[in-house]
């Protein structure tokens, strides 16, 4: 607490300072620059504007979300930043009536508000908060009994079938967790069921956890997560303008046509209305886990008595506000580096984004102060509030489509933020960058620990692996692989790789611009009240980050990163931790390949023999598996080879950038620049996209899963592939992603060129 | 049901045949033999014992219980055996008076008594049950602040460690499952606790498993598990006379000196009254593997309030009444093939242990049949009907200490059964009769599917390896080896490996006698009543096995078992599945040093580079990981070479056999058994025994775990002696274990120079 408080006092001088002249000299190097920066960073600060922005339900469309923009929009001009509001007119649909009710003997209706909770004085709106929902769910109004689904992702369907179910013209009830909430109602809907709900069990984020908000941060019994459920691994943004703005007068697509939006009716519920529908299943005892933790007997059903389902929505058009702020670069103006962070909530929003957009609005005032003691940044810095991220990230895409073009000539690096947290440093992106962001973690000391923030991940990518909390073989793999690399001082901790669920998306995802995301988490808690009404300053402030420490260290963190992006004279590339992880990537699609052989392999001659048959119990409902396709041999040769190029390629780049980079010659430097200023574009060709409908999705080495939603799935269009059993993809995609890959390389190869002097 | 009519009464033929005269001609043919026995085997006749066995409580020293022994008595001479009651005289406290109450603002008393079930007309006793009990605990009266400890087990100190917590004059609770019940208190002493609870959690055996009896088969909220604590590991029996028979002038150990007895008091309760318990806990929240589903949020401890536990026992000695049933061989007078099953339970023991006792009566009754139709069995068979097996084993211990040296002579195998249930069938033993197993599996159809007990039990082997329920690496890898084995039909599936739990014990790991337990289950479920008052007559024949199925199905199995050992002219084993089976225990031994070497390595760089510290959460305790020790490479040469050479023996002998054993002259078929009759005593010399206070475990290849109580260890002595860091007994144990294996190879030269006519 002295520390900022301490912090927060020379910020006081350095501002009234500049409200006369800029008298102190500038700063003349990196390190004096970020000891300023820190300085600026008040934690009260946050905390007031947290308090401000939280007020009162900010959701898209209610009057405060628009207030925050204009807050926001007031702030960046009052840190000197040349900053205006961008809107867009999108699609968004708000309830006008819903029900979900058991009929039967004991008829039961669920509640479909949250209650006020008495020990939080920050939750009682004046204004009205949106009730439980499911934005683009697909209205309805169906009455069929009720089918548990566990989490309803693609696994548990699986599942199903071995338990003899079918929820085809049923209802089903999915519980949060598992995977991504959107793909519930979808595989859903795939299935041929006829509406959704999806609960928040206990066992995930309720008491199972830790005590009830506002006892402890966990989910209270009536508290529910709204959410999105657009198909978004399909493309983000506004659900009728895919690959353009949603300006006013942008080509749209028929509402019938969006293909991103569900067909079936959806709405979420709490655990304390589900154990009711619970309650009301017949069928069979479910397997183990699948088992939540409310004190009941969980069977698959169907109920006993059928549930009756209605949504109905308002699906009129509705304007967001992004909050754009410019501080232009001294020397590189047409180099931008672009940071956001969404301002709309669900609710209030207190963590989930608010904590994030407190760090980044006191990025932009302590670069405003940088700037009035004479600082410039050498390249163009970008400071984006988003609107609409929550309903599917629509502020960001839309944005980034409009600006397309000039993203593409200009951004060199996009930092996105979101939910922040007391805890771990945590860092996910694209690998040439992590390099860039190790030494960054190197460079801020973590508050609890007094080591660095890197050092502290370090110590916690060994840990996991050594004390795993799940048995997951391909987990377990995986943290073996990176602790075994965080655990070697010489090489840098690996970041992880972006999937979806937050704005870099349309930036990584659609225009192959590198995007970083950064947060800490992981000791403090907002899972408990995450998109509901009890996400508040209070319960912020309480348990989810005490004393605002680790926003404001997010604020230190991504400050560095973005000062030094727009301040270095060289490309912030590293490309043997992107070969060495992609290596390890292919090494993972590898495996995947043969265990799916050997699982199909198995599973014929169990069907052959009758082994399910012969296993099964007389007395309750059951069936055959799905059936594996035989795995070919895939045609992954061209791969392999450009996984060889790359790695040698960048062994050259790297070693030449080492020998030279420091002495190189003016023209030659703004070449190298030039080269390395697009190159992670080249992993996103323009006219590829992934299969199956996914086009949008340009980047052939990151992307969101089609059945994960926010989880990555690296190299893609080979990875899904074979996971969904399309052989022909599989070696399509292999060529596909190699030709990326080999487009990297002779990018490397121009870049080490001149790097050598050729 | 028609089946089943139709073999009732060609039984009622044959006995009222034998009533007059053996009018029919003695059966000539193994197949002939058999379908009669089967056709004596009457599903009504065991559920009409069963009625009258569960009666009333029948626990070591009530009347039922002596009552018990006397019926079964008179069933067996009725049958035609020579049969007599054998008592011991043991010690065996029982409860005086007890309390657990939780102190402070909000006191509460558990009851520590079980309620009738209304729904369940043969729970209701005239005579008293046992109140809530643990046989063998400590007696005392302690208060003291309340630790949860999970399943009690290491792995759960190991972690308690790890969140900071110490049990040091606490009382701890906890949960039953993950290991032997009587490991929880003693592991507890270990660690300083001054008392312990046990409760039932509904995730492991009650509502989460299915409906709660008396609507399912799950345990209600108020029942609980009795059972024993006594420190059977180190032996099992009476605890003053390890290694003799407990007869009435036997000497005996001092109670105090008796090293099996438990220290601390202890006591199970009801998961109902677990739950006001667990809610007055304080602490850290615990690992979500640690949760169970009462609908509260599991703390660590220390619990707000303190606890009271009170126990005081009448520590008297008591009788026990087994029952011995003895059918002369007619050409092998002096080779018994012993058959037992005990007849003691908790309270009515419906299930536990009476299914398996009625099936154990019912082969008895259909060799009298066979026997009274002119057929004797070539060797003697003994039936034994053990008393105090809850207690620990009492029965079998003191009989096989007693019978001692007889039974090192003249058994060639014992074969064991106890609780039973609908489903699949399972067998465990020694290795070198897996062969013996398999072909009686596969002469024994199943009722539900059609297919040979055998043939089903291949096909779970199968899918329980390709749809694991649990991914504990170690655990997985079992199955997948177990699975290709079954899954090859050339090969003999495996047997499991014998542990401790059931009356098998003395005899295999005392007196190195081979055994086989066998049994049904899977599909019934009895697990939700075990060792509770609910254990009943009707809950066995509504969900464990309605219409008696199975039980008869475990009598026609074993019948088959014991009929063909009897009237075998040829040695049962054959040696390549034993010498196969120790490779593979063998490699697992090998891949548990590597991987605790690799894990110490591991620990020790993280604790060099401070990592724990680094990762802890500085609001909630922790601690570091109790300290592995480097682990050094072992002397395992000699078991290595005692495995080839075995491997070799055993492919000799078994080419041997096949070539010439059908053929063999009468005097060498006498050598031949001679030699095999006791070639398994070989695995367990006399002047050796496990390290550790353990001398009483003499077998070298099969033991309970120290640290497991009922599962098995294999190669105990090298296997735990690394589990446990005692790296000297490792290198002495490779090298006696050797010499162990060596006899059992020098045997089987011998056996198969016989073969080969040498």
Redesign the interface.
Known sequence: MRRILLLSASYLVAASAFAAAPSAPPPQDEKAIEKNFDAAIDPNQMRDWLKTLAAEPNHVGSPHDKANAEFILGLFKKFGWDAHIESFNVLYPTPVSETVELQGLKPFKATLQEPNIPGDTTSRSKQPSLPAYLEYQGDGDVTAPLVYVNYGMRDDYKALA?LGVDVKGKIVIARYGGGWRGLKPLLAQMHGAVGCLIYSD??DDG?????AYPN?P?RPPHGFQRGSVEDMPIYTGDPLTPGVGATVNAKRLDRSKAPVLLKIPALPISYADAQVLLSSMDGR?V??SW?G??????RVGPSKAPVHLMVKSDWSMKPIYDVVAIMKGATYPDQWVVRGNHHDGWVYGGSDPLSGQIALLEEAKAMGELARHGWRPRRTIVYTSWDGEEPGLLGSTEWAETHGADLKKKAILYINSDSNAR??FGAAGNHDFEHFVNQVANDVTDP??Q?SIG??HR??A??DA??P?????EAVDRLKAEAKIA?DPHRDFPLDALGSGSDYSAFLEHLGVPALNIEFGD?GNSGGVYHSRYDTFEHHSRFVDPGFVYDALLAKTVGRLVLRAADSDLPLQQAGDFADTLARYYGEVKKLANDKRE?AE??G??VS???????A???KTSGPPLALKPVPKFELAPLENALDRLKKSAKAYDDAFAKNAAKLAPDRRARLLGLMQSIDQTLAPDNVGLPGGRGWYKNLVYAPGRFTGYGAKTLPGVREAIEDERWDDANKYAKLTADALNAYSARLDQATAVLNGK
Chains 1, 2 share one sequence.
């Open positions: 071995r206990p066992s008491y199972a956890v830790d005590a402890g966990a005892v397997p183990e088992r933790r409310l004190p009941i007997t969980y805890g771990f609890e620990t080591v050092q502290r110590a916690k060994r840990i050594a004390e909390k799940s048995h997951d073989p655990a000791e699982a198995i599973q001659k169990l023999d009758r082994a399910f048959q012969l296993t119990d007389p007395t």
